[in-house]
């Protein structure tokens, strides 16, 4: 007789049932990581989960508390023993009040190595590219083209007051081949490209100013909230551009968001500052766990959005066979109406945005990707 799975441990935990803070005169034997303040962090938000239950046992407070000790003592290792990090992430989840999310959600997502002696130098080297990647990929055409002519002065020893002197004025239409020209269809033209980003930039703005439309952090008229748009509008952009395959999909705005959201909340201040780039490429591994899903041409193979589907259907079916009867028998519910946009979006529209965080907490430290959790 075939051996029935055992409902995923995180369906069991006790995340759900305690408090998201450790009592006060919790402390670790080793010196944890140090956690600076960071003076514009926004505030705490609400939660409806029961996360935060007052009816919560002294033994749940004991056994959550200790969760977050060994979290602590985990991040205070020289090198991070990733296995035993999801383990307890996976059960107990991350305490709002730690400060800890933004370091673990980086080095869930592979952002940050388990040898923090390698943090530094990588930190820096990736904010390094993401600058350059904006750099090459944002700059107008007109911007472009007058930089390639500058190099090309150089090359050919033009002299350089001369070559100044040029370069404050248009360049004439001698100097402009046809693949530069504003018109040209080239596909290889970069005005061709950049007319042909305008459609998507503009999908972009539009979801972007839909985002999360209740919570300050991502709306309003002020300075912050837009500074917040712009960086979301910015790393979806540079993500389209770099990846061709896929470009962008409407709801990458809502994946990116939590992302975006807990770095830029990050209590240090560097890596509030970063908080951009390192929301990029963690976007970017997020993304890699089930990019698959997002392309149109895999949609009828093994690993497109069908088959997720319907293997999530199966797992409904093994693990509460009444609910899935009376979905797909009784009902005729056919699955991709409900389960599509708990897949593409990773459950980011089906609850609010605090429960949203802690639902990720174990999400992410599944180590086959999300998918698999």
Known sequence: MKKKKQ???WMNSSLWSTPSDPPASVSVREEPPTIPTNQNASPPLSSSSSVSSPTATADDISRHAQAQVQLLAELSRKVIDMRELRRVVASQGISDAGALRPTLWKLL???LPPDRSLWSSELAKKRSQYKNFKDDLLTNPSEITRRMYNSNSAALGIDDAKSHTQTRLLLS???ITHQD???SLVKTSIWNQFFQDTEIIDQIDRDVNRTHPDIHFFSGDSLFAKSNQEA???????FAKLNSGIRYFQGMNEV???LFYVFKN???EENEAFAEADTFFCFVELLSRFQDNFCQQLDNSIVGIRSTITRLSQLLKEHDEELWRHLEVTTKVNPQFYAFRWIILLLTQEFNFADILHIWDVILSDPEGPQAA
Not at 232 to 238: A, G, R, S
């Open 7 to 9: 409902v995923p441990e």
């Open 109 to 111: 997502l592979g952002y």
């Open 173 to 175: 239409r001698s100097r």
């Open 181 to 183: 020209h504003p018109l």
């Open 232 to 238: 979301l509008k910015t790393i979806l952009i540079v």
């Open 256 to 258: 990116l968001a939590p």
């Open 266 to 268: 990050d209590p240090d």
